[in-house]
């Protein structure tokens, strides 16, 4: 009798303990593996090598920010669909990014993402239109979709459609629409944003493009900073370490010879490793050999040409902090230095008794605050609108708001307009430095920073 | 209200550096190069002249630096 019950106890035991040793399927549409695949964790392959009960525990811990994130998608996504005012056209065509785009395919769905990938593509292609030769009728025909009148009218003023073309081949991110849909997606509610790659998204976002979306890499600080996200991209949880093959930056080619011309087209991107010191004059071909190098090898980059507040011209490459911080965040050693070689790629600073510094400040405000101020107040912008974007973006900081997404690394930039005579017309043919990939002697005020914190030039 | 201020701001920064200039020209009126036959300057009269001259043509030469940064500004240099 004791045997039988014996017996039966052990199988009514073996199916539950079978059933509690099972794997738990990889399964994409649920948003714990959605959350999974945005923060990199773990992909099907490596989910099936868990155990278990780690299995059990991942998903236990992802569970209640992966509906929060779900949710705030959700939540953002809805006006992105809908037609968009002009408020929404001037934040979305300039602020959207591929990893907002990326977003939308994982936590809505594929065709979603799709459809506003196309959306963004067509407006615009449809700015930089109206900016150069106006909208016709066909044109505003395929707009109704997705403008609203109003917008589709707006667009129409050449003065309204090239500030938004600048912005947007900028990245300048214009301000958001009074909605709460103003939040970006691309960033992780609830996970640490540290661990967030957007290379871990790019399968989706590629497989998007062998469909026929079209490329979104006109966000200039996606171009600016590496061209399309998912250039790193390896197995999830893998480091860069393991992933990366080391090889050095290839060499220029000789020194080429000294040029004569009158005035100056200099910039360029100098990178210093323990290898040596390479200059480039395509920021496309920087950024490949950056990403090529071992994680903490970057000793020194000096990014050199135009700046304005918050931003930096290297040739056609636009660098933004987040695009910037994206492209070096694994790569510089600890105390390392990123010197943007702009003007104005730092806040203005405290009062001064230096006269120069002053007047480069009055005109930093004229410049990046007056003017652009008083084109929109003709343009019909509200002035509290007006006001709040341009009062937010003059004084901008650049320097700073990079060395936050770079830790450890000292990033400088400068307070006012910089004077760099190597670019002086006359002075650029004595020197021949009209093609030059660094500026040299520089008369401005230098400001650094380390994570945030105003800290001594190196 | 709005546009007011910011009106009265441009205006101000623009007058900004005028008045090193203003200063100068003041300073440089009142205090001339000594004619023939008048009695030579004392160092305060002389430092006052050298003052002026000094805002005077760095007054000027930071007009002429807003103007060439306006101008780069505006992709015209």
């Known amino acids: ?458 | 209200m709005t546009d007011f201020n910011y009106i009265l701001e441009t205006i101000l920064l623009l007058a900004v550096p005028i008045v090193p200039v203003a200063a100068g020209v003041f300073l440089r009126g009142k205090f001339p190069p000594p004619a023939e036959g008048q009695p030579p300057r004392t160092g305060a009269q002389k430092a006052a002249r050298l003052a002026g001259n000094v805002l005077f043509w760095g007054g000027l030469a930071g007009i002429l630096f807003m103007i060439v940064v306006i101008l780069n500004f505006k992709g015209k240099i």
């Not at chain 1, 459609?161 to 990245?171: I, N, P």
């Open chain 1, 1 to 458: 009798m004791k045997a039988i019950k014996l017996l039966a106890a052990l199988l009514v035991l073996t199916p539950a303990a079978a059933l509690a040793a099972d794997r738990v399927k990889w399964e994409p549409d649920r948003p714990e593996f959605k959350y999974f695949t945005e923060r990199g964790s773990y992909d099907e392959k490596s989910w099936a090598e868990l155990a278990p009960a780690e299995q059990e525990k991942a998903l236990e811990d992802a569970a209640e920010p992966a509906a929060a994130r779900q949710q705030a998608v959700a939540q953002a996504y809805r006006p992105m669909a809908a037609r968009w005012d002009t408020a929404q056209l001037r934040y979305y065509s300039s602020g959207l990014k591929n990893s907002d785009i990326n977003a939308v395919y994982l936590w809505v769905g594929k065709q979603e993402g799709h459809e506003l990938a196309h959306k963004l593509f067509t407006v615009r292609e449809a700015v930089n239109k109206a900016s150069v030769s106006g909208l016709g009728t066909e044109d505003e025909a395929a707009l109704g979709q997705y403008l609203t009148p109003e917008a589709i009218k707006d667009l129409h003023s050449m003065k309204f459609a090239s500030d938004l073309a600048r912005k947007q081949a900028a990245g300048i991110k214009d301000k958001g629409p009074a909605s709460g849909s103003s939040s970006k997606l691309g960033k992780l509610g609830g996970a640490s944003p540290s661990k967030l790659s957007a290379g871990k998204l790019s399968g989706l976002y590629d497989k998007a493009d062998q469909s026929g979306s079209p490329d979104m890499g006109t966000s200039a600080a996606v171009i600016g900073a590496g061209g399309k996200p998912g250039l790193q991209s390896g197995k999830p949880n893998a480091t860069a370490a393991r992933t990366i093959k080391y090889s050095a930056p290839e060499a220029l080619q000789g020194p080429a010879p000294k040029s004569k011309a009158w005035t100056s087209d200099a910039y360029g991107i100098t990178v210093e490793t323990a290898q040596g010191t390479q200059a480039y004059r395509k920021s496309s071909e920087a950024e490949a050999a950056i990403r090529k190098l071992p994680p903490g090898s970057v000793k020194k980059i000096i990014l050199y040409g135009h700046g304005s507040p918050g931003m930096q011209t290297v040739g056609d490459a636009v660098y933004d902090a987040d695009g910037t911080a994206a492209l070096l965040k694994d790569k510089m050693a600890q105390g390392g230095v990123i010197q943007f070689a702009g003007c104005n790629t730092s806040s203005i600073g405290g009062a001064t008794l230096n006269p120069a510094v002053g007047l480069s400040m009055v005109a930093r405000r004229l410049l990046y605050f007056s003017l652009p101020y008083f084109q929109d107040r003709a343009d019909g912008i509200p002035a509290a609108q007006a006001r709040e974007q341009w009062e937010k973006g003059w004084n901008a900081d650049l320097a700073r708001d990079t060395s936050l997404g770079v830790k450890g690394a000292v990033v400088c930039g400068y307070r006012t307009f910089g004077l760099v005579p190597g670019r002086l017309p006359g002075l650029t043919k004595l020197l021949g430095t009209q093609e030059a990939t660094s500026p040299g002697v520089v008369a401005g005020k230098k400001a650094c920073y380390q994570d945030g914190k105003e800290v001594p030039a190196p």
